[in-house]
């Protein structure tokens, strides 16, 4: 009997995580004991949180059981990294120190069994979705920011659930190719970074997509909080193989 490869690397993103939401943060817990300790490398692709307002905000309760929950991971020897989403892009150094891991930009690359990997969010792929667009070169902006920091804590919070409310609005009204990523702009994160592979959240929309030879892996968001179920993570073997785990 063949010994299994051994675990390189876990990818996750969209649990969303918040305190209003126990049994979604328990999952995300239980597979840091359970899978992530047993790892070389921990990937977190963006929207982790449902929303992150500063590093400020770092001794809120819930956020310091989610941090001491991954620095556990981290001081158990798995390399832990954290790739922003578009709910959590204002994490910084901060969080980083107190988590035990280290922020990378995308497209950030790997490589395991032969095999070029190149990992991002996913958000900077829905270019259909010119709206969006406009409002991620703003709020990535770095003066912008800036700016959006030094507003007192309570104010950013404020401003973050009305862009969460209206968030929520605009989808309501936009159609499933707008919200997805685009073929040109995925050929492009293929193109400039030789990968055969990209990993990647954000959509919502779990699959195993493959053209001309290329794979698209999409992760699954994360919510056991609300029927139906739903959640995962995708394990990267030493030798380049790549599996989806699901539960629901």
Partial sequence: MSTPARTFALFISDLHLQASHPRTAEAFFRFLAEHAVKAERLYLLGDIFEYWAGDDDLTEPFHQQVIGAIRTVSAAGTRVYWLAGNRDFLVGPGFAQAAGLSLVEEPHLIEAGGRRIALVHGDAQCTADLKYMAFRAQVRDKQWQQQFLGMPLAQRKAIIAGLREGSREAQA???????????????????????DVIVHGHTHRPAVHETGGKLRYVLPDWELDVEPQRGGWIELAGDGTLTCHGFS
């Avoid at 499933?176 to 685009?182: L, Q, R, S």
Wanted: overall charge negative; charged content about 20%; cysteine-free.
């Fill in 173 to 195: 009204g936009k159609s499933y190719e707008i919200m997805d990523v685009t073929p040109d702009a995925v050929d492009a994160v293929f193109a400039q970074t030789g990968a």
